[in-house]
Structure formats: C-alpha cells, structure tokens
C-alpha cells in the first residue's frame, strides 16, 4: 500500500464559523477524520504546517512547503496538500518551479465549501486527490478540484462560489476523476533526473493591470521597488502611447534601468501574440520586453520570481523565461 503524507495549510476545506467569519480552525488530523474511507487508498499521515486563509500566503510559504516536502521526499509515495482555494493556483505554479524532476505525485486541493458542512465538496476533492496520488500515473504538481487534475502550471481559479472553481488554461486538463476512476487524458511525466529542489523567490514581481486612463508614471515607481512588472494588457497584448499618458517612453526608462518587463493579456484564454499590432510590436522590438505567450498570469508571476532569485541579467531571465517547464509555455 502507498504512504502518503497530508500536508494541511489551512484554508475553506479546514475553516468553521467563527465570530468574524469563516478561518481555518480544523488540524489535519481532524481533516482526515472526515474521511474514514481514506485508509483504503493508503497510509496517510498527516503534518500541519500552516493554518491559514490562503489570502494570507506569501511567498517565503511556498519555499518552505518546498522545504517540507525535499525532507520528506524518501519516506512517502506522494504528497497531498490542503490549501484555501483563492491562491492556490499560485502555490501550485510556485511548486511546479522549486521542484524540479518529481517523480511522485504532490497534489494540492481544497474546497469551496467546509469539510466539516453536511453539504461539501471537500469530501470528494480529497478523496479525488488520494485516489489520483495513488494511480501511479501522475508524476508532478497538481491541482485535483470538482473531478479533474489540472496542471500546476496550468491552473487558474476562474469561478468565485461553485463548486467547478479551477479551470486548466491554454492547456488540457491533465485527468478527470470519478468515484471509481481516473481517466488521463495527457501523458503523466516520467522524469528520468533526480529531483531538485530549489529554495529561493525573489518576491520584487509586479503585476500591473492595465485600465484606460491609467497614468504611465507607475512604471517608475514600480521600477524603484521592483526587480520586474508583468504588465496585464488588453487582447494579444499591446503598450499605449497615444496622446498625454505614453507608456512607452517609461517603459523605456524602466529597461534602462537593468528592470524586466513582460507582456501579458487581461484575456483569459488563448495568450499574448504582442508582435501582431503596432501598440505591442512598438515595445517589443525597441526595448528588452518578453511576452507571456500562452502562459497563465500565476504561472508567469511565479516563474519570474523564480529566475530572478538566481539572476538579473536580460538575456538569461529571457531564455530561462521561454524554457518549458511542467507544459508551462508552449509558444515562442
Ligand atoms: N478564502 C479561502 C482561502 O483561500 C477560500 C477557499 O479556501 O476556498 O483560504
């Protein structure tokens, strides 16, 4: 039977009703009670390491659930985390970096709903995740939610309330699970490297939404607190520089200044193509800036803060940028 280890982070699945509302107040242990059958998939045990609202997470908590996971890596068969939903496609793009090459399943879950309500969908993610920990096929990070494993690079929250609240982005869901079964609907990875871990982010990643009317004096505030800015544009993604508010020239600026910037989309699915007109072309061929092409904005984020923890220097960050990692980017 495999052994696994239930890492609780905290989050809506370990949450009850408190005087200020709902916060995490289950153990793991308690967790796990909710779900006798779970002794038939394998040996759990179960390890608090956080009891937080996932609004709470930071990044210095990614590298130690890194950190957590590289000491227990021999001693179980995969890794089950619960984590509060609203960040968790972070955390999940976050571990996809700081572990490289593993060869065992490290599935995060939750819910939207509390374990411990009559009515919930922790039950069935959690048994979902331990039924697809134990399939043998899925090697890396995962997010199994509402009956599908969705990459970790790959995920994003896209509904606030229902129960279908994680959606794979620019990418397929990676296997959907029943109550009996796990259908892969993409080859699970087999790396053939040891595992590697990494410890290190380096937190100064911007991410800057644009809106109409939105004055380009930002960029330089960004670029003295800030190693890089990954700016949401609109559509396949562009700069404005038309009449009083020119993006362009503080971009400039900002470049100069050693800082890195990236091209990304408000547009959920289907990515940045910036070189298709004029208002992204202009940026891209002027000055050092990247595109996200097809990867998510938590992807994008995380794998930023990933490099930039090893190197400043542009043509590194972009080559290690456009390097696929986990299906993370599939264009350039
Ligand atoms: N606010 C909660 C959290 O992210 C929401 C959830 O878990 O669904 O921790």
């Known amino acids: 039977m495999k052994k696994l280890l239930l890492l609780a982070t905290g989050g809506t699945i370990a949450s009850k009703k408190m005087e200020n509302g709902l916060s995490p107040q289950l153990s793991s242990e308690e967790i796990l009670s909710y779900l006798p059958e779970g002794a038939r ?38 890794f089950i985390i619960t984590h509060g939903t609203d960040t968790m496609a972070y955390t999940a793009a976050a571990l996809s970096y700081l572990i490289q090459n593993p060869g065992k399943p490290i599935v995060l879950t939750g819910s939207q709903k509390p374990i ?23 090697a890396g990070v995962y997010i199994v939610f509402d009956g599908k494993a969705i990459l970790g690079t790959r995920a994003r929250k896209v509904r606030s309330k229902s129960y279908s609240a ?11 699970i029943d ?16 595992p590697a871990f990494s410890l290190h982010l380096n937190p100064r990643v911007f991410l800057l939404k644009l809106i109409p009317g939105m004055e380009p004096d930002i960029l330089d505030y960004i670029s003295d607190q800030y190693d890089a800015v990954i700016i949401e544009s609109y559509g396949v993604g562009g700069i404005p520089f038309y009449g009083k508010r020119n993006f ?42 990247l595109q996200a092409y097809d990867m998510t904005v938590e992807a994008a984020v995380v ?21 696929c990692i986990h299906n993370d980017i599939l264009t350039e």
Request: aromatic fraction near 10%.
């Open 41 to 78: 998939f394998a040996n759990i045990e179960t390890r608090q390491i956080l009891n937080i609202d996932s609004t709470n997470i930071q990044p210095e908590d990614w590298t130690f659930i890194a950190e957590v996971i590289q000491k227990s890596y021999e001693d179980y068969d995969g």
């Open 116 to 138: 411990s309500d009559d009515i919930t969908d922790a039950r069935k993610n959690l048994a979902d995740s331990l039924r697809f920990a134990c399939e043998g096929q899925a």
């Open 166 to 176: 994680f959606e794979s982005i620019n990418y397929p869901a990676a296997a959907f």
């Open 179 to 194: 109550g009996r079964r796990v259908i892969h609907y993409t080859a699970g990875a087999s790396p053939k490297e040891e």
């Open 248 to 289: 362009l020239e503080r971009l400039k600026s900002l470049t100069q200044k050693g800082k890195i910037a990236v091209i990304a989309t408000q547009v959920m699915l289907e990515g940045s193509d910036a070189e298709i007109y004029e208002v992204g072309n202009q940026a891209l061929q002027q000055y050092n800036v």
């Open 303 to 323: 794998k930023l803060m990933w490099i930039m923890a090893e190197t400043r220097d542009y043509e590194t960050v972009r080559e290690k940028f456009y390097t």
